[in-house]
Every structure is written in C-alpha cells, then in structure tokens.
C-alpha cells in the first residue's frame, strides 16, 4: 500500500517538473528564476498542512491516548520541518536574484522562520524526554500551543511589514496568476501532499517498529 | 476546596516565600541593572541611538529577565522533592496554574517597573505623559509572556536540559507577543493616542485570551506524573 | 530581468537532494529494524521467516 504511495508521488513528482518547465509559462518581470515557485508555494502549503495534522493529531492523543495518534503527530511534524526548511531555501534562493539578499523580513519568510524554529523545538522536546509517554503527552500539549500560535505569528509579521511600508512591496510571483500558472501549482502541490502522506506512512511506520524493538 | 481558594492558595504561598527570601527578586533587580551596562556596551555610548532603540531594549529586557524568572516557577518543587506533591493534589490542577501565572505576572510586573525606572533615569527618558499607556502595554505584554511561560515551565520541570530547553521553546512562541508590545510601546512613547495602537493591543489581548484558555485546559495533563 | 539558470537548478537541486536523502533515511532505518527481526531464529520450527512487504 505504501509503494503504491511511493509511485504515485514519484509519477506526480515528474508531472509537476513537467507542468512548472514545459508547461508553464516564462514570466515576464521576473524570467526563469520565477518557476522556483513551483518548488517554493507547494512546499509552504504542504507544511502547513503538517502543522494542522500535529494539531489534530495532538489533541486526539490528549482526548484518547491512542499511541497511533502521537505517532502521526511525531511523523507529521518531523516531515512538517523537513518542508518549512525547504520552503525557506528555496525562498532564500529565489530571493538573491529576485531582490538581491538572500535573506529579508518579508511577511511570509519572516512567519515561515518562526514557523520552523518553533517545530523544531517540538522535535527538540521529544528528544529531550526519554519515557514514551511522558514525551507524547508534553509533546501534544506543545502542538497544541504552537498551532494555536500560528495565525498570531502570521498576524503580527504582517501588520509588523506591510504597516506604513510603501504599497509596491515586491513579492514573489505574479499578483494576478493566469490559469496555466495556477494549474501548475496545484500539480505541484498534488505531488508535494502525495510526498507528505509517503513521507509520514513510512514514519509511523518506522515509530510502530522503534517501539516493537524497544518494548 | 474552591478553585478560587486553591489557586489563591498558590499565589500567597508563593508571594510569601519569594518575600522572605526576596532570593528571585534581588536576583532579577541585579540583572536588570546588568541589562543596563550590556546594552550600554553592546551598542556604545551613543545615547540618540539608544533612546531610539528603546522600545526594543525595553522589551528585551523584560523578556530576558522574564525567562530567568519564569523558568524557576517550579523550582522549588522540584529542588525540595515537592513535584509528586503537585501531581497528588486533589481536583482541578488548573488552580495551580492559576496561581503559578498570577504570582509569576505579579513579579514579573515588579522587576519590569525596575528596569523602567532605571532605563528612564539612565536614558534620561520622561517617561511621565506616557506612563499609564506603558502600563497597559506592559500588563498585556506580561500576562502573554507569562500564560505560557507558566505552561512550559511545568512541561520542562521534569525534563533533560530544562535550561537550555525552556528559552528554546518559548522564544518563538512568544515573537508576537515581543512584535505586539514593542510597537504599541513605539507608539506610546511618541505620544500618540492609544487608538494608534489598536491593532497591537487587540492581537495582544488575543494572544493572552488564547494562551490562558489553553493553559487551563492543557496544564492537567502535564502534571499527570 | 537575466536568466538565472542557476538559481533555478540550485533550488530544484536542493529540493531533490533533500527529499531524495529523506527518503534513503527512512528506507535505510526501515530495513535496520527489520533486519535483526528477519535473521533472528523463529520460535516455532517450521515457522517461516517474516515476508518483507
């Protein structure tokens, strides 16, 4: 079942290489580099998406102490950083030649940084906790806090950048996105989300057999 | 017992010990003054500069200070094998929060007027026409950082590296809280009115809502073994 | 604006890499765990080994 996974998100993978180089077309004001979006969008919405399961998961471990959910939770988080570090890359590639640093406070770069540095802490938690279920129930707690904490972050990033700045703040992409544009971010996105779930099934799967081993 | 009774409890229990030792007090009081000279230091003798950068120092201050006391909530308990003690106690332990978060923010509030104080005599700040927005800034600002720095203090009592993990965890989770409190401070400290700031003091506001309403809800289940 | 080829690998490159390498990761601690499982003498005589899926 979870090749079957694997072959699906690598099929999507190369549909979505196709859709942002073949398919997609040369942005004018920015060129090439643009289709790093391609890469960049999907990875943030796929994180996020990790972050919401480690919620959900989180609170259902509290609710039902059901191991299952505290190993999705864990899995879900650790692939949930894997794509925030790879969101901020990738931003920090497109934005060399885009804006010429490789680092700015913009809104969305600022909140993903605050994003990762707070699940990684999560994963710090429980690595500092060595009693199985101590680490899932502290660990839920702390997904649950970080969660809630995320429309906060993003509140006060982008209130702290867009307030009294000029209105022609440069931001990646195309402010009005063409058809074509748009069905190749979800093509991307479609194979990124088929990645996460590959990602994450083998996680548990690999926690389930780590606690078999242990016990 | 009544919850009110019982986190009441915790706070005069922990008030008074902290007035007969004064030991987190004097501790806090001399970093603050230290913050002063590291400040001065670090950023040279500059005074424009400094006052410029004032809100930020501010907040800085506070938040350092804040860590160092804030992660002693549970020390006692602990050092004194007193942590089962909490995990025993009968009916809601979310008293215990209660209590924890009003002594800690009662406290919190003590060493920040300090380092107000000392900022403005060494700073040569009039603080006077601004003092009652500061104050509602620094409430709101306090009661966020304390609301979860409570909750984490109890999640990394028990927990390996809990000094090195405490700061690690409740930085980032407080960066709106530390963006919300130095802009309403800029805002206050150029004397405008307090509509200005709104926006911040209601994402504030939010903030602390959101955190004390998990805390309450989340703190039991830290304090299970 | 110039081309920028190069960022544009560099990014796609660094995405590969990384997922590929997680990927390898969990394959290879996968196999880790079962391994010792799969050569450790079954209980029962005539039980047959466990099948890797």
């Known amino acids: 079942m979870t090749r079957v996974l694997g072959w699906l998100a690598a099929l999507a993978l190369l549909a979505g290489l196709g859709m942002a180089f073949a398919v997609a077309p040369r942005e004018a004001?920015?060129?090439?580099?643009?289709?790093?979006?391609?890469?960049?969008?999907?990875?943030?919405?796929?994180?996020?998406?990790?972050?919401v399961v480690v919620f959900v998961a989180s609170i259902a471990y509290l609710a039902t102490r059901a191991e299952a959910a505290d190993r999705l939770a864990h899995a879900s988080a650790e692939v949930g950083v894997l794509f925030t570090g790879l969101t901020i890359a990738t931003g920090s590639i497109w934005g060399k030649p885009t804006w010429g640093t490789?680092?700015?406070?913009?809104?969305?770069?600022?909140?993903?940084?605050?994003?990762?540095?707070m699940y990684v802490g999560y994963l710090l938690l429980r690595g500092?906790?060595?009693e199985g279920e101590r680490a899932a129930r502290y660990s839920a707690v702390l997904g649950v806090v970080a969660a809630l904490n995320i429309p906060l972050v993003h509140f006060s990033v982008l209130w702290w950048r867009t307030l009294h700045q000029p209105p022609s703040l440069m931001k990646p992409g195309p402010s009005s996105m063409p058809p074509v544009i748009v069905r190749a971010l979800l093509?991307?996105?479609?194979?990124?989300?088929?990645?996460?779930?590959?990602?994450?099934?083998?996680?548990?799967?690999?926690?389930?057999?780590?606690?078999?081993?242990?016990? | 017992m009544t919850f009110a009774r019982r986190a009441w409890s915790v706070v005069w229990k922990d008030l008074l010990v902290e007035r007969r030792s004064k030991e987190t007090l004097n501790a806090?009081?001399?970093?603050?003054?230290?913050?002063?000279?590291?400040?001065?230091f670090a950023l040279g003798p500059d005074r424009e500069r400094l006052a410029a950068a004032l809100p930020g120092?501010?907040?800085?201050g506070f938040v350092l200070a804040g860590l160092l006391g804030l992660g002693r909530t549970f020390v006692l308990e602990r050092e004194n094998d007193c942590w089962e003690g909490l995990i025993l106690a009968p009916g809601d332990?979310?008293?215990i929060y209660v209590g924890k978060l009003?002594?800690?923010?009662?406290?919190?509030?003590?060493?920040?007027g300090l380092i107000l104080l000392l900022f403005a005599v060494f700073f040569n700040v009039d603080l006077g026409p601004a003092l009652a927005g500061l104050s509602l800034v620094m409430i709101l600002g306090t009661v966020g950082l304390a609301a979860v720095g409570t909750l984490f203090a109890a999640m990394t009592a028990q927990v390996r590296a809990r000094e090195l993990l405490f700061p690690v965890l409740l930085l980032p989770v407080q960066l709106p809280v530390l963006l919300g409190t130095v802009k309403a401070t800029e805002a206050v400290l150029l004397g405008e009115p307090l509509g200005a700031a709104g926006h911040w003091l209601g994402l504030l506001a939010a903030a602390d809502v959101i955190y004390i309403v998990t805390g309450l809800l989340t703190f039991d289940f830290l304090l299970e073994s | 604006m110039g081309d920028n080829w190069g960022f544009v690998l560099a990014a796609y490159a660094l995405a590969a890499i990384v997922l590929a390498g997680y990927w390898r990761h969990l394959v290879r601690r996968e196999r880790e765990l079962n391994a010792p499982v799969a050569s450790h003498p079954p209980g029962v005589p005539g039980a047959p080994p466990p099948r890797q899926r």
Not at chain 1, 29 to 51: E, K, N
Not at chain 2, 33 to 38: A, G, P, Y
Request: proline share 1%; hydrophobic share 65%.
């Open chain 1, 102 to 117: 490789w680092w700015t406070w913009d809104a969305r770069l600022t909140s993903v940084a605050v994003l990762f540095v």
């Open chain 1, 128 to 130: 500092m906790i060595d």
């Open chain 1, 187 to 215: 093509v991307n996105f479609a194979a990124f989300a088929l990645l996460y779930v590959y990602f994450v099934a083998k996680r548990v799967r690999l926690l389930r057999l780590e606690a078999e081993a242990g016990a």
């Open chain 2, 57 to 60: 120092l501010l907040w800085l």
């Open chain 1, 29 to 51: 004001t920015q060129g090439t580099v643009q289709r790093i979006m391609y890469v960049h969008v999907p990875s943030v919405w796929v994180a996020y998406c990790a972050f």
């Open chain 2, 28 to 40: 806090l009081t001399f970093f603050s003054l230290l913050l002063l000279f590291v400040f001065q």
């Open chain 2, 93 to 95: 332990k979310s008293a």
């Open chain 2, 102 to 112: 009003a002594a800690n923010v009662t406290l919190m509030l003590v060493v920040e």
